[in-house]
C-alpha cells in the first residue's frame, strides 16, 4: 500500500530562520502531489501543489515545494519563516488519477518570536 | 473553491451512543469524503460519498458502525454508532469540487470524545 512519510514530527524555529519539511511516499507511478496547512483554530487548507512541469512549485505566503522523482520527495520550504507560520502541515500524495490522497502525519511546526 | 460548516464542532458523548455529524457545502459537489483525525496521527479517509450512490468504505471502516447519507449534492452526514473510547477522535468532512485537480476544501472538523 502505498505510504507518505513526514520525518519530522515536531519542528520548532526562531524566526527568520529557514525551514525544510520532508515528505517522501513510497508509490511508483505519476502522482499528484499536495503540501496541507491547519493554522491554530482554523480549517486545513491546501498551500501548495504539483501536477507536472517545473518539479519547484510555489505556494502562499512564501512557500515552496520541490519535487525530486528519483528521490520520491515533495520537501517543503521556506527562506525565512514568521511566527504566523506556526502551524501543523501536511503532505498528501494522489497516485496519478486517483481522486483519494493519503496523507502523511504531519508536522507541528511553531516559530518562537 | 467552496466553504464547509460541519455541525457540531464539538461533542461529549457516552459510550454505547450515536452521534450523526452533518457537513454542509455552499456550492454543489461531486464529491465528499469523510475523515478522521486522531491525536498526532495522520488523516484516515473513513468513506467517500457521492451523491445517488452507496457510500465507499475504506478498509478498517463499516457502514454498520458509520453510516452516511448523501441526499444531495450540497449535503452528507456521518453517524457514529455505539460509539467507544476509542473514536474519541475529530471528523472531518472534505471535499473536491469540479476543475481543481483533485485539490481538497475541508471544513472545520467535529471535536468528539467519548466517555
Known amino acids: 500500500a502505498q505510504s507518505v512519510s513526514q520525518h519530522n514530527h515536531h519542528v520548532i524555529l526562531s524566526e527568520a530562520a529557514s525551514l525544510e519539511l520532508?515528505?517522501?511516499?513510497?508509490?511508483?507511478?505519476?502522482?499528484?502531489?499536495?503540501?496541507?496547512?491547519?493554522?491554530?483554530?482554523?480549517?486545513?487548507?491546501?498551500?501548495?501543489?504539483?501536477?507536472?512541469?517545473?518539479?519547484?512549485?510555489?505556494?502562499?505566503?512564501?512557500?515552496?515545494?520541490?519535487?525530486?522523482?528519483?528521490?520520491?520527495?515533495?520537501?517543503?520550504?521556506?527562506?525565512?519563516?514568521?511566527?504566523?507560520?506556526?502551524?501543523?502541515?501536511?503532505?498528501a500524495v494522489n497516485p496519478g488519477g486517483s481522486y483519494i490522497p493519503t496523507f502523511g502525519r504531519g508536522t507541528s511546526l511553531i516559530v518562537h518570536p | 473553491s467552496a466553504v464547509i460548516s460541519q455541525k457540531p464542532s464539538r461533542d461529549i458523548c457516552q459510550r454505547g451512543t450515536s452521534l450523526t455529524i452533518q457537513c454542509q457545502v455552499d456550492s454543489q459537489v461531486t464529491m465528499m469524503f469523510w475523515y478522521r483525525q486522531q491525536p498526532g496521527q495522520s488523516l484516515t479517509l473513513i468513506a467517500t460519498a457521492n451523491q445517488g450512490s452507496e457510500a465507499t468504505y475504506e478498509s478498517g471502516f463499516v457502514i454498520d458502525k458509520f453510516p452516511i447519507s448523501r441526499p444531495n449534492l450540497t449535503f452528507s452526514t456521518l453517524t457514529v454508532s455505539n460509539m467507544s473510547p476509542e473514536d474519541s477522535s475529530i471528523y472531518l468532512c472534505s471535499v473536491e469540487t469540479s476543475g481543481t485537480y483533485y485539490e481538497q476544501y475541508f471544513g472545520p472538523g467535529t471535536r468528539l470524545t467519548v466517555t
Open chain 1, 22 to 91: 520532508g515528505c517522501n511516499y513510497s508509490y511508483g507511478g505519476t502522482v499528484n502531489l499536495f503540501w496541507y496547512v491547519q493554522y491554530p483554530g482554523q480549517h486545513l487548507q491546501l498551500l501548495l501543489k504539483y501536477f507536472s512541469g517545473d518539479p519547484l512549485v510555489k505556494g502562499i505566503k512564501g512557500f515552496e515545494a520541490e519535487f525530486i522523482k528519483s528521490k520520491f520527495s515533495f520537501n517543503l520550504r521556506k527562506p525565512s519563516v514568521q511566527w504566523s507560520d506556526t502551524a501543523e502541515y501536511f503532505c
